[in-house]
């Protein structure tokens, strides 16, 4: 079980979209600060403002989300699942990018945290 934690602007959000276009499952939702969603092996840990997670570093940096690091989902068949969601409105980052090792691209997430979609060569 791999487990990941990001950083929310809005826990119900979050849950909503992970079980509702993304396959997750709620294990656990604590309102405003915290819920856990899962998808096979993985834990999504989804850390609201009032969450522990959200606590200034020594630095005064505050967590924030967003950023370029992400979340891998495969899919069987980008092309369907792109129009799905693009159909719900779901934000994209970019066009379905091909390589060597097969196609991606990248949504967001209520919270504009990013999650590339993959579909293997």
Not at 50 to 69: F, I, K
Not at 70 to 93: C, I, K, M, N
Request: proline fraction near 9%; avoid cysteine; hydrophobic fraction near 40%.
């Amino acid at each position: 079980m791999a487990e990941l934690r990001y950083i929310v602007d809005d826990v119900a959000a979050a849950a909503t979209f992970y079980t509702q276009f993304l396959d997750f499952t709620l294990e656990q939702e604590m309102g405003a600060p915290f819920a856990i969603v899962s998808r096979g092996d993985l834990r999504l840990w989804l850390s609201g403002h009032s969450s522990s997670a959200r606590r200034p570093m020594p630095d005064g940096a505050s967590p924030v989300p967003g950023g370029w690091n992400r979340l891998v989902l495969q899919v069987p068949d980008l092309s369907a699942t792109v129009e799905r969601l693009r159909q719900a409105g779901v934000p994209f980052r970019n066009d379905i990018v091909t390589g060597p090792g097969g196609k991606q691209i990248l949504i967001e997430d209520p919270s504009g945290n990013p999650i590339e979609l993959f579909e293997p060569a």
